[in-house]
């Protein structure tokens, strides 16, 4: 049968206990090894999804300041996010410009434009918000 194809017929019982024991040591050691391996890629992508979310639900895309100074000087974080620093109308804004010609632009277009063209986004209001600024 099938015990003859794997040992030859003068192999103890012992040897083959050993032989079985082995195997499947050695196959949970590197089963359990990959595994963990799975589980540690799993957890670190669960923690950079749970950072990217907080920060995403705790810091403005535009100006950078935290939820809290808008919660206590200003008119609320979602608020600000929705109508003064609204990530979408900054991108259609700067579509408009994409699609303008550069003759037609107003002095501020053409200010941003001309910082657009050196990838320089200083336009944009780092770590200000007007909302803040009147307080």
Do not use: W
Not at 20 to 28: A, G, M
């Amino acid at each position: 049968g099938a015990f003859e194809d794997l040992y030859p017929v003068n192999v103890t019982p012992a040897r083959v206990i050993f032989d079985l024991l082995f195997f499947f040591l050695i196959l949970v050691v590197l089963l359990n090894l990959v595994f963990g391996q799975i589980l540690d890629a799993f957890a670190e992508l669960r923690a950079r999804r749970a950072a990217f979310t907080s920060d995403r639900n705790n810091v403005c895309f535009i100006c950078g300041l935290e939820r809290p100074l808008f919660e206590r000087l200003g008119s609320g974080f979602r608020h600000h996010t929705t109508e003064d620093h609204n990530e979408r109308s900054y991108i259609i804004f700067l579509m408009y410009l994409h699609l303008k010609p550069f003759d037609e632009y107003t002095g501020t277009e053409q200010y941003v434009g001309e910082l657009m063209k050196r990838k320089d986004i200083s336009f944009l209001p780092q770590q200000r918000a007007l909302a803040l600024e009147r307080e």
